[in-house]
């Protein structure tokens, strides 16, 4: 994430870039009620404010529906903490803020200064902190204590991790395609999919039928995979299951992913304390010269360094090169990389229309540090409140009065 905005306030900032959204309503409507969340109301200013500030972030797909769903979960949000008794103090928002600055590398102040030459007002930065804080702190407390991990599971999740690197996989996958608005419905199949789906020709049938991935045409199948070289959130899941069992849905940026363990195997290979991976991101139009490009580029570029060559003059945000732990990668780009040995390129559609070059440069075992139970004990936690989080949420939204004024 910290990368990821750096490059969205580099471009403001060398390009002075500001945004007239066609969703500017006029000035006599701004505070008018567009929507109301059961008392709770989302003005004209508050959906321009939130659509303005999303696509400084860089997001992509339907902004609009982004900012409405967004604004509609902040509300509820905002709400049931009230219920429960619980505010941010001026002092915890103003830390909430420098905290989210700082993943820019800039201060709190020099952040609402970027923001403001786009056209986003500091109290809808101030909105967006705030209602992050009072749920993460209700999440807390309503599921914290029993979100705490056993000493057991603390001593699993570490034999895991000492075992990454001596495991690979053979598996296969299904990812269907989620664009905005049409989440639900994606997973309602991958979920119908994952209890169907029993053996590996029921599996494969179905990836031919619905999987968006490159491999769909064989079924889904997908050649050995070390273990250290899944995002780390999948690679614990993937060892639950034993060979022709289907993970449950796995959501995705813009989709929703299956797998399938068709085998497991395990190797003498001493096992690095985590990965490093180096890759380029390439952006190209999805139009009829795509293939033509694509390959120009399979044929000319070798390394990441030839990949710069081939597209010279291609802007920061149509092709860049990023070096970061794989646990820090974004996990759709992650599954696409698992894949890949240096030099190897993969393709796939993004929302906004667009095809992403994926090649990668390295990859490089980090320098091991000693183990820490109380590490590994807080992010057992986290994944136990996220995921209940959500389930919270949509409880919350499934029974919330939301309509129009």
């Not at 750096?6 to 000035?27: K, Q």
């Not at 749920?135 to 029993?146: Q, V």
Request: glycine share 6%; aromatic share 6%; hydrophobic share 45%.
């Amino acid at each position: 994430m910290k990368t990821f905005v750096s490059h969205c306030l580099a471009f403001v900032m060398a390009s002075g870039l500001t945004f007239a959204s066609a969703v500017d309503a006029p000035a006599q409507n701004l505070f008018a009620p567009r929507l109301v969340v059961n008392d709770r109301v989302i003005t004209n200013y508050e959906f321009e404010q939130r659509v303005r500030f999303l696509t400084i972030l860089g997001a992509t797909g339907d902004i609009e529906k982004q900012a409405m769903d967004a604004l509609i979960d902040d509300k509820i949000r905002l709400e049931a903490a009230e219920r429960a008794g619980l505010k941010a103090t001026e002092s915890q928002v103003a830390a909430g803020m420098e905290e989210f600055a700082g993943r820019a590398n800039l201060s709190a102040e020099a952040f609402v200064a970027e923001l403001g030459k786009a056209g986003v007002a500091p109290e809808t930065f101030r909105d967006f902190v705030h209602a992050g804080l009072v749920w993460r702190e209700l999440m807390r407390a309503r599921f914290g204590a029993e979100a705490r991990p056993s000493d057991t599971a603390i001593d699993r999740a570490i034999t895991r991790q000492t075992r990454r690197a001596t495991i690979r996989l053979l598996l296969s996958e299904i990812i269907i395609p989620a664009p905005p608005g049409q989440e639900a419905d994606a997973l309602a199949l991958a979920r119908e999919i994952s209890r169907t789906a029993r053996g590996e020709t029921a599996f494969a049938q179905a990836a031919r039928s619905y999987s968006a991935s490159s491999s769909a045409e064989r079924g889904g199948r997908i050649d050995w995979v070390p273990l250290q070289n899944l995002p780390p959130t999948l690679g614990p899941l993937l060892l639950t299951l034993s060979p022709g069992q289907v993970s449950d849905p796995l959501k995705i940026p813009n989709a929703v992913a299956l797998f399938q363990v068709r085998a497991i195997d395990e190797t003498s290979e001493p096992a690095p304390a985590g990965i490093e991976v180096e890759y380029a991101e390439l952006f190209l139009p999805d139009d009829g010269d795509f293939a033509g490009q694509l390959g120009r580029i399979t044929t000319r570029a070798d390394d990441c360094d030839d990949l710069y060559t081939v597209m010279r003059g291609a802007s920061e945000q149509q092709l860049r090169r990023v070096t970061l732990p794989l646990a820090q990668v974004p996990q759709d780009v992650g599954l696409e990389l698992a894949r890949l040995d240096a030099g190897e390129i993969s393709t796939s559609v993004t929302p906004g229309g667009a095809r992403r070059v994926l090649m990668l440069c390295a990859r490089r075992p980090i320098t091991e540090e000693p183990i820490n139970r109380n590490r590994i004990a807080q992010a057992l936690v986290n994944q136990t409140i996220s995921a209940a989080a959500d389930a919270y949420l949509a409880d919350l939204r499934a029974n919330a009065l939301i309509r129009e004024p």
